[in-house]
């Protein structure tokens, strides 16, 4: 079936650690996506890629860093400088059929402990 | 001033009742206006989007964008309780990048 997967579902990590976020997808998309989803605060933007080779900051990109070196894939690596890590984080990709659609991923649950 | 500003909620209702959730946003200058359905620990699904003014339906969903007062809403009607979700909205100059509202959580009781 073609879709988004994120690994993994739930993740710990202690204080001063960085940590990777998968991303892929089967769907033949060329923009993908991350947001970080607070309780209250909806979705914010962290980064985004267009082409492969090639990504943005978003609104809230300090502390996290992304690679797009395959169209299928776009980790995201949340690194200790990121102030207040835990939140649930979704990837996305878009098609070019202009619709307004995001392909949203099951999201990964990151907690700091 | 954020981009939209969605009600969060909750909004409870019995089973069959007719449902508004609304946002507004700050740029007359989007022109792309969606709904997104989540469900409790799942990525967003596009329920329907719409192009500039207007009214759009699809089944027992209808959305609304009034342009003049940045105001854009989704009613349902004959609500169930698989309806029983967070909506969000989201608003766009382009495709390119999307900013969404808070999200409304929604509880329709059996």
């Known amino acids: 079936d073609g879709g988004i997967t994120q690994s993994p579902k739930y993740l710990f990590r202690k204080e001063g650690q960085n940590v990777t976020l998968s991303c892929e997808q089967n769907l033949n998309h060329d923009a993908m996506y991350w947001y970080r989803q607070d309780p209250g605060q909806g979705l914010r933007l962290i980064y985004y890629s267009q082409i492969v080779n090639d990504f943005q900051k978003g609104d809230i990109a300090e502390g996290y860093s992304v690679s797009r070196e395959k169209k299928e894939s776009f980790p995201l690596t949340v690194t200790s400088a990121q102030k207040n890590p835990t939140a649930f984080y979704l990837c996305?990709?878009?098609?070019?059929?202009?619709?307004?659609?995001?392909?949203f991923g099951e999201g990964s649950r990151l907690t700091v402990l | 001033q954020k981009e939209v500003e969605q009600d969060p909620g909750p909004l409870s209702v019995p089973e069959g009742a007719i449902v508004s959730l609304n946002c507004t946003y700050s740029n007359s200058a989007f022109q792309y206006f969606m709904w997104y359905r989540q469900y409790s620990r799942k990525g967003p699904e596009l329920l329907m989007y719409?192009?500039?003014?207007g009214n759009k339906e699809d089944g027992r969903f209808t959305a609304q964008v009034d342009k003049s007062s940045k105001y854009i809403s989704l009613f349902i009607r004959d609500s169930q309780p698989s309806d029983s979700a967070t909506y969000l909205c989201?608003?766009?100059?382009?495709?390119?990048?999307?900013?969404f509202g808070s999200g409304t959580k929604l509880n329709v009781k059996p």
């Open positions: 989201a608003i766009s100059y382009n495709f390119n990048k999307f900013y």
């Open positions: 996305a990709s878009q098609g070019q059929e202009n619709t307004g659609e995001l392909f």
């Open positions: 719409t192009y500039s003014s």
